[in-house]
């Protein structure tokens, strides 16, 4: 899904930010976000997806630029009169009210009457399969569980806007997956446009339908998770999204969208030019561990085949991890499924892998 601004539920318009009057943390960022969309921020620590975040709640201001909500600016609106429904990473429960009393107290600041208040109480805690806790204290309550009532809080006064900030980054990893599935199908099965702020991929990946990369307060890179990881702009996101692999180079020739690429050690190989333009210029070449072969009757006739000396296998349950040397590169890694006719290599043996040309691309250096 995506967004134009005139559609758009969403819209940063030129929004800069900057906390001392120099630096700037947030450069002249241009985003649409459709209605019913679930975009995630997506960054290194300082990237700038947190205070874009904070920009769209209220709690921060933007040095320069305009935030619209369903067309109108809300720049100078206050935090508690947007209609956002915000959940943070440490909950901010209420520790002294129960689960049912933290629930109601949105609905209580909206002077939303009694009966209509419980009501909607029940439904929001039977939303996040919660419905028998509202009597308890969030100190009965693991991290998973009081990671749901923030939820269902975020969620009861039925904003059309919620926004996330690393909610499950004190989870365990069983937990988090979980999580994952149970907020992407509530915010798709409501209609609830969602902005999501994390650090890690892996749930950027599985959530949204589309990212924003972030590095140095700018978008790397804005599309669906599919694209981003088998068509990364440039080296920056390929490098961020998913395990890549990474040869240096120089162009030598650009043909029919074909670029010739002389490795560091010498080997000439083809690759797709994404950002290279001419011949001359340093390359990073960037090919992902799954898309290279190591059997050679799995290759195709144009694969494109190169030496390499095994220095490390791995046997990871459902995949086996092998770590090469290619092109002089010592962290060259692959990953072969589990399977009976995937042989399973020794260090020092060595083969010839393969990949696809179309699967490698060459980036800016």
């Given at each position: 899904m995506?967004?134009?601004?005139?559609?758009?539920?969403?819209?940063?318009?030129?929004?800069?930010?900057?906390?001392?009057?120099?630096?700037?943390?947030v450069k002249d960022l241009n985003l649409s976000i459709g209605k019913g969309e679930f975009l995630t921020m997506l960054g290194p620590s300082g990237s700038g997806k947190t205070t874009c975040l904070m920009m769209l709640a209220g709690f921060e201001t933007a040095t320069h630029g305009d935030i619209l909500l369903d067309g109108q600016p809300i720049n100078n609106i206050p935090p508690h009169k947007r209609g956002i429904g915000m959940v943070f990473q440490n909950y901010a429960l209420f520790p002294h009210m129960t689960v049912a009393e933290n629930l109601a107290f949105p609905l209580e600041v909206r002077n939303i009457g009694k009966s209509?208040?419980?009501?909607?109480?029940?439904?929001?805690?039977?939303?996040?399969?919660?419905?028998?806790?509202?009597?308890?204290?969030?100190?009965?309550?693991?991290?998973?569980?009081?990671?749901?009532?923030?939820?269902?809080?975020?969620?009861?006064?039925?904003?059309?806007?919620?926004?996330?900030?690393?909610?499950?980054?004190?989870?365990d990893k069983q937990l988090r997956e979980h999580m994952q599935f149970e907020i992407t199908r509530l915010a798709h099965n409501l209609g609830i446009t969602t902005v999501y702020v994390t650090h890690d991929q892996t749930e950027a990946l599985t959530m949204s339908d589309?990212?924003?990369?972030?590095?140095?307060?700018?978008?790397?890179?804005?599309?669906p998770p599919d694209e981003l990881y088998e068509q990364p702009k440039n080296s920056f996101v390929a490098q961020f999204i998913g395990e890549n692999n990474t040869l240096m180079g120089t162009v030598k020739e650009i043909n029919d969208g074909v670029a010739l690429v002389e490795l560091d050690d010498g080997e000439l190989i083809d690759a797709k030019p994404v950002n290279v333009a001419e011949p001359g210029e340093r390359t990073l070449v960037s090919i992902r561990p799954e898309r290279v072969e190591i059997s050679k009757d799995r290759l195709s006739p144009d694969a494109h085949l190169i030496h390499a000396e095994v220095l490390e296998f791995i046997y990871m349950g459902d995949i086996y991890r092998t770590r090469l040397r290619v092109a002089g590169n010592e962290d060259f890694v692959i990953k072969t499924r589990?399977?009976?006719?995937?042989?399973?290599?020794?260090?020092?043996?060595?083969?010839?892998?393969?990949?696809?040309?179309?699967d490698c691309r060459a980036l800016d250096a």
């Open positions: 995506t967004a134009s601004t005139d559609d758009a539920f969403v819209v940063f318009d030129r929004v800069q930010k900057s906390y001392d009057g120099e630096t700037l943390v209509e208040r419980e009501a909607k109480v029940r439904r929001a805690l039977d939303m996040v399969q919660m419905g028998d806790f509202g009597g308890r204290r969030p100190a009965q309550l693991s991290g998973g569980q009081q990671q749901r009532i923030a939820l269902a809080r975020a969620l009861v006064f039925e904003p059309e806007l919620v926004l996330m900030d690393e909610p499950l980054g004190a989870l589309r990212v924003a990369v972030f590095d140095d307060g700018r978008i790397q890179q804005l599309a589990n399977a009976p006719d995937q042989p399973r290599l020794k260090p020092g043996e060595k083969l010839e892998i393969g990949w696809l040309p179309e």
